[in-house]
């Protein structure tokens, strides 16, 4: 058969046979259509990953942990924390922003996803574009702790030996432009503190080398460093939030010791890829606020100091962008760049 023969004009072709394309045609597009509300309809029907973008046994990795356990319950499905630390959470929030969107990659993430954007000139992702908001889940306050060798035990005591010290001091952080890091640059930068700043992938390896001597001090969270304060292994001088924690009701904020209004904590949140059907957003929305309402994940969360929040995504969504330009307005400030 010459090869013109198969691909007739269609002028040519009998008007059924077009007809009966056309049709077929439209019902493969009303089965796209109909695709999503079927996944909503059947998700979940295998298990959920939660992406940590910070490594196990950290403040967030800790907070998902205890939420993903209860979501799970929830949905009769296992939800298993994938943790994938690296660059600032983005290693993590890059791959969950790639993910299909079919509700099974959801990404824990944290205020530092606010900070990105306005720390590297150019990011694998969009957080506008590429990842949707599902709900604002807590907040951890940041605690400044130093180790036990430092000569201070409240923040007037602990500025006086850090500025005799003149640049001899390291502090660290949960990684560069991480609200750790941002947190303690404006402690430095508001005492006039020289002092060496050391990034850490996460706030677990910072913890153990500040409990080791290897750094002096950092502004981290509470839920991270509480045990290392009760044991004596380190010293809480003072607390990031507008007032006194129930954890620790001795330890003065930081606003009490001088930085008059300085108000920070390290946020946490949930997010999915972009396009994930709007009814499996709102069922992941619905467990996760239940999950912030069950008295075994209050109590958890009450040990680690960690504050219980909860929202809508359209809540959420306006939460973000307004810390979008909140840190936008801080980082400028300090000069801060990661490019």
Do not use: C
């Not at 198969?6 to 077009?18: A, E, G, L």
């Not at 303690?184 to 409990?211: R, W």
């Amino acid at each position: 058969m010459p090869i013109q023969s198969i691909f007739q004009p269609i002028s040519r072709v009998p008007r059924r046979t077009v007809v009966t394309h056309l049709a077929l045609i439209g019902l493969s597009v009303a089965g796209v259509t109909a695709a999503a509300p079927a996944l909503a309809d059947t998700w979940p029907s295998k298990p959920v990953t939660l992406v940590v973008p910070f490594p196990p046994g950290g403040p967030t990795d800790m907070v998902a942990r205890v939420l993903a356990q209860s979501v799970s319950e929830q949905l009769g499905q296992s939800v298993i924390v994938d943790n994938k630390p690296g660059a600032n959470g983005n290693i993590g929030n890059a791959f969950v922003a790639k993910a299909p969107a079919d509700g099974y990659t959801v990404l824990y993430n944290t205020s530092s996803i606010a900070l990105s954007p306005s720390l590297y000139n150019k990011l694998s992702y969009n957080v506008n574009t590429e990842l949707a908001p599902v709900a604002l889940t807590a907040v951890v306050p940041l605690g400044l702790v130093v180790n036990p060798k430092v000569p201070a035990n409240t923040v007037e005591e602990f500025v006086k030996y850090a500025q005799a010290q003149k640049g001899k001091l390291s502090y660290g952080s949960a990684g560069n432009g991480n609200v750790t890091h941002l947190a303690a640059f404006q402690v430095v930068q508001h005492y006039k503190i020289e002092a060496t700043h050391v990034p850490y992938k996460g706030s677990a390896p910072a913890d153990v080398d500040l409990v080791a001597g290897q750094i002096d001090f950092m502004t981290d969270t509470i839920n991270s460093v509480a045990p290392f304060i009760k044991d004596g292994k380190l010293k809480l001088l003072a607390v990031s939030t507008g007032k006194r924690i129930p954890n620790f009701p001795n330890a003065p904020t930081l606003a009490e010791g001088g930085m008059t209004g300085f108000e920070a904590g390290a946020w946490q949140g949930v997010m999915v890829p972009a396009k994930t059907p709007k009814a499996v957003v709102d069922r992941l929305n619905d467990v996760f606020v239940k999950a912030l309402k069950d008295p075994e994940v209050l109590k958890k969360l009450a040990i680690q100091g960690t504050e219980p929040l909860g929202s809508t995504p359209a809540e959420y969504g306006e939460y973000i962008k307004k810390e979008l330009a909140r840190w936008a307005s801080v980082v400028k400030s300090t000069g801060v760049s990661l490019d």
